[in-house]
Structures are given as C-alpha cells and as structure tokens.
C-alpha cells in the first residue's frame, strides 16, 4: 500500500486562508433580504454596548447552520478561520456568548403563565412567545415577503402543516407519544416555495392536534400580497374543529378572504370505517400499484355528526383510501386491507387528483423536518430552556429560508432542488486565499472555473440595499 505522499505540519498556515470560501453567497443573500435591518428592527435584546449587536449574532447563526455546526461549541471551528472573518467583516462569537444570547429568548415567567392556564388534569400547554422570539419571527416574515416581492409570478400558495419530534436527553424534556423525551414543533411550509412560514416550538408532551390552528393562522399570514389562491394541507392532527371552521369561513379572522382549498387526512371514527365498509367494489378507483399494494379510492356518502363539522354549513367530500396488500403480503397484524380517508372542501378534481395532491406533502413539509434536524442545527437543542431552545429552531428556520432564497433568486436552475450539504460541496465549504491588493480585499477560491462564474452571478442577483 502505497503512504500519502506528503508530512501534515504540524503548524498552522501563516497565509490569510479560508475554508469557507463560498459562505460570502449566504451573507449577501441575508443581507440582501434586508435582514439586519429587520433584525434591528424587531430583536432588541442586548443590556449593555460591548460585543456585537443582534444583526451579527443572528448572522453568525445563519452561517454556523449553513456550513454544518450543529452546536455552540461549533463556533470555535468557525472563529478559527481568520479568512472567513475578514471576508464577512466580523468574527464569530464565543460559545458562551452566543449561549448568553440565545438564553435572551427565555423567560420562566412565560412558562409559569402557560401552567396557570391548565384546567383539571391537563398536563400539555404551549407557552406565549417572548417578545425577542416574536422579533425572530418578524425576521422571518420579513425574508418571506422579499422573496414574494422578486418572485410576483408565484400567486399559488399551498401551505403544508406538520409536526415532527426532535428527540432530547435534556432533563427539562418531556416524553412525546413515541416514549422518547424531546420536543414537538409545529412548522407550515410553503409547498410551491420551500419557504418555512411558521414554526410553533412545543414540549415533547404537546399533541399535533393541540391548536394547531394557531400555526396556520401564522402560516396564511407570513404569505406575501402577490399570492391570489390559496391551499392547504395537513394530517389527521389537523382535523381539529377550530382550524377546519376557520378554513371553511370565507370571512375568517386572521387570515385572507375567500376560498382556501383543503385537504386533510380524517381521523378513522367508527362511522366513518362504516361508511367506508359500505363502499361497492365497482366504485373503487385504483390510484397507484406499487410493488407490494394497491392503491385506491372512492368517493365516501358521510356526514359526521361530530362537532368538527359544523351541521349548518355546506357537507365536505370524504374520500377513502384503500391499500390492499398483493398475495403473499400481509401488515404486521395480519390483514390485507387498511382504510384511510381524507376530507376536503375542493369539489372539481376527481378523487384520484385530490389524493394524489394530498400525499404530495410528503415531499415539502417532511422533508424540510428532515432538513432541520439532520443538514442544519435544529436537531441538536442546545439547552433545557425553553426560548432558547425555541429560538436555536428559529434561527434554523431562518436559515433554511436563507438558503431557499439563494438557490431561486440567484443560483442556477438546476440546484433549485438543491439541499444544504449539496450546497456545501458546491459552493460553500471551498478552500480560498483571501489577499489584499491595491487597498482592496480579494477571494482566490479553490474552485472550478464555471463554479467561480455562478457565485459571481449570483453575486449579481442579489443587490445591496441602499
């Protein structure tokens, strides 16, 4: 076996160098959007004038999750790299710094106020956010409206509402339904953008199906004025009577006027399993064969009498879904045949459009769950405060939309699908010399030359404010 043909020294270069050559891409993008303004605007949170100021903070965040930290400790790699900091103009903070800050988001007596609240033996709440949490949330809003502003063309809205656990040892965690200890958040995505609306960080303990309509109120609202048709989609925890009053209200609060087309999974009640049984075999229609099932549906006559269905209003479209495993297939307890159903208000689409529609869901709200935990830092909460470890997802979030905006307003089409560590092998983790010439600061990047020319034009595509 042949040795590599060289010695690691063991000191560190004398030359202003960088690993991450392509991060300035994800600075001018937060920049662009008008973020630190937004971030001065609405995070107030510093008590003295030393150390740096919310903007860089929150951008210093954004960078940490973009190249793969997934801890406070991260920042020290970050703070290593003299390149980076010269081609963003600040350096990174300290672990106990930014640990300091994001504790700034908490406050026990918000807790206190969510248990006194509780009735009886009610054991779940999800606590009021802190005012320097709801100025995060401006900040995202505020991304959100300057990628509608570019992108005008895109007047359909779709918003995908999920839950997902992210798992914690932390003492202060509670058990989620699976048994793990964690938490619980509440995120709505804008399917036709990838841009994450909302997120409602919740204890592990909290049900999908408690307020979700909080959420998508934040959802609906976050949506910038160019979008004219609006959809929505969720799981059998949306199927909740606040929410599904509220989608069906043309003049509904909080939220725009006219029709919102919904889909949503139905919780299976004894009736409606029923009605489903009643279903003739030649009213099935087959949606999808897949290796081992069949996929169908049918057009269900129910009525339930429950009070998420209001008896005054217009009757909602049940649809079953039927996966009927092929011979010498059986589900774990024995069967053949499992019934699902979904409810909707959309009445001109046949029934295997709508389900094919609904499971498309799968591939936005999901998969960004998956983004968060396992490509930025969502998945690791950095400490048993509750705002703290609210405003850690947020700052994910923020970045995530970052990173959306960057690949639709100024990369090439083809990375649009593009996920955050496909992004870091392309653009962002390149090795660079950073030289000064001329009173003039410059980038020499380790790169292919076409990879050189898209960050330039991308450069381009995201102008300053001035």
């Not at 100025?135 to 809003?141: C, E, H, M, P, S």
């Not at 049984?277 to 339930?304: G, H, N, Y």
Request: aromatic fraction near 8%; charged fraction near 25%.
């Amino acid at each position: 076996m042949n040795p590599l043909p060289f010695q690691l020294d063991p000191e560190p270069a004398t030359e202003t160098l960088t690993s991450y050559g392509g991060v300035p891409l994800v600075v001018r993008a937060f920049r662009s959007l008008g973020l630190p303004e937004a971030v001065a605007q609405h995070v107030r949170i510093k008590q003295r004038d030393r150390g740096y100021d919310e903007a860089t903070f929150v951008e210093s965040f954004v960078i940490l999750n973009a190249v793969g930290g997934e801890c406070l400790e991260d920042f020290e790699q970050l703070r290593a790299d003299a390149g980076l900091a010269e081609l963003v103009g600040h350096g990174m903070p300290s672990p106990e710094a930014a640990r300091n800050f994001l504790y700034a988001f908490h406050e026990d007596a918000k807790i206190e106020e969510a248990q006194l609240r509780l009735k009886g033996d009610e054991k779940a709440y999800i606590p009021d956010e802190t005012i320097p949490l709801q100025g995060l949330g401006a900040v995202n809003r505020t991304a959100i409206a300057e990628v509608g502003n570019r992108c005008p063309d895109q007047k359909i809205a779709t918003v995908d509402q999920d839950a997902t656990i992210i798992e914690s040892r932390k003492q202060e965690a509670k058990a989620t339904y699976e048994g793990e200890r964690g938490y619980q958040p509440m995120l709505a995505v804008w399917a036709e953008t990838g841009l994450i609306l909302s997120d409602e960080f919740r204890d592990g303990n909290v049900p999908a199906m408690m307020s979700p309509l909080s959420g998508a109120k934040a959802a609906f609202a976050a949506l910038p004025k160019t979008v004219e048709t609006f959809y929505y989609r969720g799981d059998s925890a949306s199927h909740e009577h606040e929410l599904m009053d509220w989608l069906r209200n043309p003049l509904r609060e909080g939220g725009p006027a006219g029709l919102i087309g919904f889909a949503i999974s139905a919780r299976m009640s004894a009736e409606l399993a029923k009605a489903i049984d009643e279903v003739k075999e030649d009213q099935w229609q087959m949606v999808k064969e897949e290796t081992d099932a069949i996929r169908s549906c049918a057009e269900v006559a129910f009525v339930p009498g429950e009070r998420s269905e209001k008896k005054d209003s217009q009757p909602l479209r049940y649809i079953a879904i039927r996966i009927e495993k092929k011979q010498g297939h059986l589900y774990d307890d024995g069967s053949r045949i499992r019934h699902f159903a979904v409810v909707t208000n959309i009445e001109g689409w046949t029934a295997p459009k709508l389900i094919q529609w609904h499971r498309e869901k799968a591939g936005t709200v999901e998969m960004v769950h998956d983004i968060l935990k396992n490509e930025l830092a969502a998945g690791v909460l950095p400490c048993g405060r509750f705002g703290a470890n609210a405003a850690w997802l947020r700052l994910a979030v923020i970045t995530h939309n970052v990173l959306t905006a960057l690949k639709r307003l100024a990369l090439p089409a083809e990375h649009l699908s593009a996920r955050p560590k496909r992004l870091r092998f392309l653009y962002l983790n390149l090795a660079g010399r950073v030289l000064h010439h001329a009173r003039s600061l410059h980038l020499r990047l380790a790169a292919l030359l076409a990879r050189i020319g898209d960050m330039v034009q991308a450069f381009e595509a995201l102008p300053l404010r001035v």
